[in-house]
């Protein structure tokens, strides 16, 4: 197994980062990827505005979790006290994998003076370097002569991963950017973030960074909702968030308020239940013995709360997220339409969703009766409960209907 080693900062981790871990996954055919966050770097000190340790880790994770299941992040180096000597961590991973191929990614920069390093040696000892051309004054030639240096010196394994697209941005330059847009300034940094990453940071406050979370923009609300869920959910989302405005629009419902409930709808889906219990505690919700042990009735309950107490929400956002899961019986127009976007998005593929999709623009109740039909036959294929909610809100539809 050919595994990658990508460490630094990431203080914060940026799109440059992203686009670089991603090309070394493909030119190295790598089979796993490991972003590593140093705990003290060697070459110079952590910034005073810097990120907690615990907050770099995680921003790295977001990163990890956009370049999909290959790569993850690694508390190796934060869980050693010290500075982090990248000589021990591949030794530290050599010996967790004795049997793979080590490689070390590295820019330019670094590639051209890693023999001055702490204990070179042993790095080569260990793992191969993969060098990131990363800026339009690379030659193959300064690279040839180096690569032959440290074979020579250290019987060195190099290869070059050529980036098609350089974005030169130092992470420094991005503090100072996501400061100066919350005190009159004119450069957007959402554009050099991962969008996860640009909402954990909004969400936790980070690099001078003042956002009101109950008063964000559509943008930043949108950026602090995908930091709280995994990227594979990103498509559903945005696509509920499509349709939801497409359908109030179609039913006059105010549509940003739809936009703004489907922003928010999932932003709880990947909490523990736990977390899922505690939060409607915290909140009074009260809960049955079926939903304090099932989590999969939860995530529309806590984030109606998030939505509400936290994004300062009004009712009605509140009301939507909290029955779009189960459905409840009086359901209004916009419970309807967020109900049905969640179900029937673009990214929805199953039997009966064309017709679903064809009702909903006729009629909103029929469309209800379809959907919730379909959801009770797949339940008990499946041997599953049907919540009572779900169960009353068709009969109570179905009767409606005649």
């Known amino acids: 197994m050919k595994i990658g080693i990508y460490g630094g900062t990431f203080d914060p981790p940026h799109l440059a980062h992203l686009a670089a871990a991603r090309v070394a996954m493909e030119q190295l055919e790598l089979d796993r990827l490991l972003i590593i966050p140093d705990q003290e770097p060697p ?38 006290e010290g500075v982090s000597y990248t000589a021990d961590t591949v030794e530290q991973l050599h010996e967790s994998y004795p049997n793979d ?11 051209l003076t890693i023999e001055n390093w702490y204990q070179p040696e042993r790095i080569f000892q260990y793992a191969g370097i993969a060098a990131f051309s990363r800026s339009h004054e690379d030659t193959g030639e300064m690279f040839q002569e180096q690569s032959e240096n440290l074979q020579r010196r250290f ?28 005190n009159g300034g004119n450069v957007d940094p959402g554009q050099f973030l991962w969008t996860p990453v640009y909402g954990y940071i909004l969400r936790e406050g980070l690099f001078g960074t003042k956002a009101d979370l109950k008063h964000l923009s559509d943008k930043h ?44 709808h999932d932003c709880t889906k990947y909490w523990s239940l736990e977390e899922q219990v505690a939060c409607c505690d915290k909140y009074g919700i009260q809960l049955d013995e ?10 529309s309950k806590t984030g109606a709360a998030m939505a509400k107490y936290v994004f300062g929400e009004p009712d009605d956002v509140y009301d939507a997220i909290f029955c779009h899961t189960t459905g409840k019986p009086g359901m ?26 064809r009702l909903v623009y006729e009629d909103l109740d029929k469309a209800m009766i379809y959907g919730l039909e379909m959801t009770v036959e797949e339940l008990k294929e499946k041997g599953a409960i049907v919540h009572p909610n779900t169960k009353g809100t068709l009969d109570e539809l179905r009767g409606k209907q005649g």
């Open 155 to 182: 019987q060195a394994r190099t290869k070059i991963v050529d980036l098609p697209q350089v974005m030169e941005l130092s992470s420094r330059d991005l503090r100072r950017m996501l400061a100066s847009e919350w």
């Open 43 to 80: 070459h110079k000190g952590l910034p005073a505005d810097a990120a907690s340790p615990q907050q770099r880790l995680e921003m790295a994770d977001l990163i990890a979790d956009g370049l999909g299941p290959r790569a993850e992040a690694s508390d190796l180096e934060l869980r050693r």
């Open 332 to 357: 209004n127009t916009f419970e309807k339409i967020l109900y049905l976007a969640d179900y029937m998005e673009p990214s929805r593929d199953f039997e009966g969703v064309e017709e679903l999709r």
């Open 101 to 111: 191929e080590l490689w070390l990614l590295m820019g330019t920069d670094m590639f």
């Open 221 to 264: 609300l949108r950026a602090v909702s995908y930091s709280m869920v995994k990227a594979k959910r990103l498509p559903h989302i945005q696509g509920t968030e499509e349709e939801a405005v497409r359908l109030a629009k179609h039913w006059g419902v105010d549509p940003e308020r739809a936009r703004r409930a489907a922003i928010l």
């Open 290 to 299: 079926m939903e304090r042990t099932g989590v999969k009735f939860l995530h």
